[in-house]
């Protein structure tokens, strides 16, 4: 049933990629309305909520629960705290969206979609890279089969930019790219080939000034026979820094797909190769250095709110992202082993 009124949601946690979430909801303000803020730190709250014109802030979740009984929780905090906070806000009868990664092991994560099951909420992840348009449109050209059946692919998220300037506790991690970026690679590996076959990884440090690894690469064989390889560093020096640009070769038995820099896409078959640019959609509130991104959290928002709305269907439940967590953590695992998953 489509919902007439307007959705209820408060957001937990007011942080760095907060601001931006927060302001990409208010795009969709037709639909639904932020009614509280909440932050350990209040003083962070106010100030967030000052910005955006919210009227309510807390540093206490439950008093925020108790006081405005909200539809919708989203979830922006620190991994360890998603499952708590999750709980607390389905226990008082709201639906939960939850920054990735879901929880800090596939064991937690587990756990916590189960008891959000058992309450009957529904739970997404905010799970955004495989809704940056130029990703949406690789897809639709995979599926109209430009170039035949893909038998090989490369994905490559690889930089030097300082992410940890403006989020320093990811140098405080002791698993830090593949949680940090591997989510997000790894489900867009999904979301253009399926589910995997087997799977093995190898992790480095570079950076002697972090905890965990700055450097991963995942060679996959998927379940429809394509071959991929996904690599992630932060310790890359390029002649352009292309930073947050994810890179995508494609190849198919009737040419290839190639998503390169400037979000162009070069589709090449016997006929000669044509490319396009896909346009971005620009929103006042984005970081310049993220306006790819943060284009794609508003994306992410609206699929979720059509499912809340009834106007359409998720696609980053919490069931479809404990796939995503599994091939994480069993690329820990194969790192640490140095052996091939099978699944």
Not at 101 to 126: C, D, I, N, Q, W
Not at 160 to 186: C, K, R, W, Y
Not at 202 to 226: C, H, L, S, W
């Amino acid at each position: 049933m489509k919902r007439t009124q307007k959705l209820h949601l408060a957001v937990f946690g007011c942080g760095f990629w907060a601001q931006y979430q927060t302001a990409a909801w208010q795009e969709l303000s037709d639909q639904i309305e932020i009614i509280a803020l909440c932050d350990r730190d209040l003083s962070r709250a106010r100030s967030l909520a000052g910005k955006l014109g919210i009227g309510h802030y807390y540093d206490s979740p439950e008093k925020l629960l108790q006081d405005h009984s909200p539809h919708i929780v989203d979830i922006i905090t620190d991994v360890d705290s998603h499952p708590s906070l999750a709980k607390l806000a389905a226990d008082h009868g709201a639906h939960v969206i939850c920054q990735k990664p879901m929880a800090a092991s596939l064991e937690k994560a587990v756990e916590m979609t189960r008891y959000l099951k058992g309450k009957k909420v529904k739970f997404y992840v905010h799970e955004n890279f495989r809704w940056q348009a130029p990703i949406r449109l690789l897809k639709t050209y995979l599926q109209e089969g430009l170039i035949g059946r893909p038998f090989k692919a490369n994905i490559k998220f690889c930089s030097s930019f300082p992410v940890f300037e403006n989020q320093p506790f990811l140098a405080e991690l002791d698993q830090f790219i593949l949680t940090d970026v591997g989510t997000h690679i790894l489900d867009v590996t999904r979301f253009l080939f399926g589910e995997a076959e087997s799977l093995f990884c190898q992790t480095q440090r570079i950076n002697p000034k972090i905890q965990g690894e700055d450097v991963a690469n995942v060679f996959m064989r998927m379940q429809n026979a394509v071959d991929c390889y996904a690599e992630m560093s932060y310790a890359t020096i390029w002649e352009h820094e292309r930073f947050p640009e994810t890179y995508i070769m494609i190849e198919g038995s009737k040419g290839s797909l190639y998503l390169g820099p400037k979000f162009t896409i070069s589709i090449t078959t016997d006929e000669g190769t044509r490319t396009e640019v896909v346009p971005i959609e620009p929103f006042s509130w984005a970081h310049v250095e993220y306006a790819l991104i943060h284009s794609s959290i508003y994306a992410c928002n609206a699929n979720i709110l059509s499912e809340l709305t009834g106007n359409g269907v998720a696609e980053t439940t919490g069931e479809d992202n404990l796939k995503t967590l599994q091939l994480v953590y069993d690329a820990y695992e194969s790192a640490k082993r140095k052996k091939v998953i099978h699944y």
